[in-house]
């Protein structure tokens, strides 16, 4: 069938406070009404992929706990009962329906590893060409505490441009983004249309509403920031709204809108892994004026261009490229181990000049700058 409209693959996002009751449990009434929704999308011909929260909220009670555990591994315990209650009742209101579900559970580490992302794109990608709705979550039993994405608002913007999603819904427990906190301010206004994400919205995002959510208003931001600069259009919205979702794809739902900037190209899949994926293994520093022909003419690095290498990476690696006063110009995959360029960078200036001679003859510069995402857009891991 084809899509009734041209947004046709659609990464939705929901929180914990959506999916379960406020004493830990799933809510069959809550799935029943995302399912209903996602329903409905797929009828139209959109392919949906779902990044749900809710694995800790749904399983703590029947650990015997009366409230969200704080210690890690009392929530991973509680994410081992809770995805498995989860992905049942999803794939028993899906099915109910006539269409598959499918569980894929999710470590940091397998984004920062570029073949295990192409790998996890590929499967992804099956799934959603035969139809099946992909339900995605952190593997929060396994991963460690240091290496989580930690909320799922990063995980749904990452998930959106590796399977190259035309719009990110993320679902929560409030009507938009407010300028301001609403929890505390009570003249806080809705904001419908957001174009940049300013240090104002920044300052206005605050922690979560509820005791079963995580990462609150501030990593919603965070990831619609990576999808603004991944060049995908993202909608923030309350679960609980009838049609949200329907609405959302169809541009009149009650929320928040954020349209990624027209000079924004959408990024190659190779650069958003660099960008937001890979985990830059250290950092080299350049000087102002290379600073500014990075920007402005596009220049590669070469090696006379650098002043500091941070870090210990080998060839292949990529790295922060910054300048003097530490601010972030972009990432690059290095030419060169650290060691190498360690020992170039000691050379006396004579024998840099014969070198860097030879590196040009060769083809063989530091790096290009590879992720050319707007400097206040630039996530790291
Ligand atoms: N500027 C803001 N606009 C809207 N909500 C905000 C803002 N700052 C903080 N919040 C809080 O963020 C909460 C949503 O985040 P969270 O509790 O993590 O939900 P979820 O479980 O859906 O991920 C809202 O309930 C709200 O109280
Ligand atoms: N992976 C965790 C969810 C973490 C999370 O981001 O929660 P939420 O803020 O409710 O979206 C879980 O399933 O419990």
Wanted: glycine fraction near 8%.
């Amino acid at each position: 069938m084809t899509p009734d409209i041209e947004t046709k693959r659609i990464v939705i996002k929901i929180g914990s406070s959506s999916l379960t009751s406020i004493n830990g449990e799933v809510s069959r009434r809550k799935l029943e009404k995302l399912v209903e929704e996602v329903v409905r999308l797929k009828e139209g011909g959109h392919e949906i992929l779902l990044v749900s929260s809710g694995a800790v909220a749904a399983g703590y009670r029947r650990l015997g706990y009366l409230t969200r555990p704080d210690s890690l591994p009392e929530r991973q315990a509680s994410a081992s009962i809770g995805q498995g209650l989860l992905i049942e009742t999803y794939c028993d209101i899906f099915m109910s329906h006539g269409y598959v579900a499918s569980q894929i559970l999710i470590t940091r580490d397998d984004f920062s590893d570029e073949n295990r992302y192409n790998n996890a794109r590929n499967t992804i990608n099956v799934l959603l060409e035969r139809g099946v709705v992909p339900i995605v979550n952190e593997n929060d039993t396994i991963s460690m505490d240091f290496l989580k994405f930690g909320d799922n608002d990063t995980l749904s913007a990452k998930v959106a441009g590796l399977v190259d999603a035309d719009q990110l819904i993320i679902l929560s427990d409030i009507d938009g983004l407010y300028d301001a906190d609403p929890r505390k301010d009570e003249n806080a206004k809705l904001l419908h249309k957001v174009d940049e994400i300013t240090p104002s919205i920044e300052a206005a995002a605050g922690d979560p509403g509820s005791a079963n959510g995580t990462g609150g208003m501030k990593s919603k931001i965070e990831a619609i920031k990576i999808a603004m600069a991944s060049g995908i259009s993202s909608f923030l919205g309350n679960a609980t709204t009838k049609d949200i979702v329907y609405d959302a794809v169809h541009n009149h739902a009650e929320g928040s809108y954020f349209e990624p900037k027209n000079n924004i190209q959408n990024l190659n899949q190779k650069k958003q892994w660099i960008a937001f994926n890979s985990g830059p293994q250290g950092k080299v520093t350049v000087n102002h004026t290379t600073r500014e022909a990075i920007i402005n003419e596009r220049i590669s690095l070469n090696p006379t261009d650098l002043r500091t290498i941070t870090g210990r990476f080998e060839k292949g690696a990529v790295v922060t490229i910054i300048d003097v006063k530490g601010e972030v110009i972009g990432l690059g995959v290095v030419n060169y181990s650290s060691e190498d360029l360690n020992n170039f960078i000691s050379k006396t200036e004579i024998e840099m000049k014969n070198y860097e001679k030879v590196a040009i003859e060769n083809k063989h510069l530091v790096c290009h700058l590879d992720a050319e995402v707007p400097v206040n857009s630039l996530v790291t891991n």
